[in-house]
């Protein structure tokens, strides 16, 4: 059973710094390709981040770029986003998501809270 849990959200002031951890069971983690996502109050759900299975390949949006970096441990089966210089707009629930390309398979964790405010 494909499980995704994510954790490490929760109230930051601005400025600020959050690790969030996305641990994966239940597949082969390696054989996924990873993705943060986030979606806003009122907003539809966007992608934060991207990483390859072997991690050499990253992405960004555009928000986040240069503040937030995304990896992964594939020996311990979990992804990681490390965020700094938090924005308010930061705010929103975020997911993560595993694909395996080849099955058209596709995973959702349950979502952890981040809440950037003073």
């Known amino acids: 059973q494909v499980q995704l849990v994510e954790s490490g959200g929760g109230l930051v002031q601005p400025g600020g710094s959050l690790r969030l951890s996305c641990a994966a069971s239940?597949?082969?983690?390696?054989?996924?390709?990873m993705r943060w996502y986030r979606q806003a109050p009122g907003k539809e759900r966007e992608l934060v981040a991207y990483?390859?299975?072997?991690?050499?390949?990253?992405n960004y949006a555009d928000s986040v770029k240069g503040r937030f970096t995304i990896s992964r441990d594939n020996g311990k089966n979990t992804m990681f986003l490390q965020m700094n210089s938090l924005e308010p707009e930061d705010t929103a629930m975020y997911y993560c998501?595993?694909?395996?390309?080849?099955?058209?398979?596709?995973?959702w964790g349950q979502g952890t809270k981040v809440i950037v405010s003073s």
């Open positions: 998501n595993a694909v395996h390309v080849g099955l058209g398979a596709s995973s």
């Open positions: 239940g597949f082969i983690f390696s054989l996924y390709e």
């Open positions: 990483i390859s299975r072997t991690g050499v390949s990253r």
